[in-house]
């Protein structure tokens, strides 16, 4: 199950190349061109974080942050212009979880998504749990525990922290050495066959268990936790 990202942004471009850029990223989209529709979509989509620019038709920023807020503790990140320094604050105390100032990177967009969903759980319900639930998959890094249909599989630590480190960012690739930093951390001393081993076992666990995820080799490249088909 792809997370999904409501982009509420009146100009074309900006949502059309955050569209398809986070849709590549393997995130699901609706985009929003005003204020009315951002509600609309808020309640029908149910994303799991909102992109929220401030200038809008119908109805501004604030008062979209101000309605989801009422009914939903919904990360929202504000898109805000260069410029509008007061945004910051009023976004903060309105209850925004971060605030990205245009022009920005799309590369600095993903890593505010990846923070702030992180930060607030992701898709768990719970907030704040490092918890991660795929079909029929539970992988939670509190408790050190891997479910399969609510039974614990007995997974060592490092093959864990590897499955939730790929999860936590579905369908985005990694190499084995973004993975041997990431997750072994940048002095460790073993070299990369570590990763394709450490790949192998869980595999071994999670065979067959669903088509709706899997741990895929990409070749040349590295590993991906894939989710839905492509
Ligand atoms: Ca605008």
Redesign the pocket.
Known sequence: MAQKILIV???VNIAELLHLYLEKEGYETQTAPDGGKAVELFRSFAPDLVLL????PVMDGWSVLKKIRAESKTPVIMLTAKGETGDKVTGLEQGADDYIVKPFETKEVLARIHAVLRRTGGESESGGEKKLAFDRLVINLDAYELLVDGKRVDTPPKELELLYHLASAPNRVFTRNQLLDEVWGFDYFGDSRTVDVHIKRLREKLEGISDQWSLKTVWGVGYKFEVGTP
């Open positions: 942004e009146d100009e620019d401030i200038m809008l």
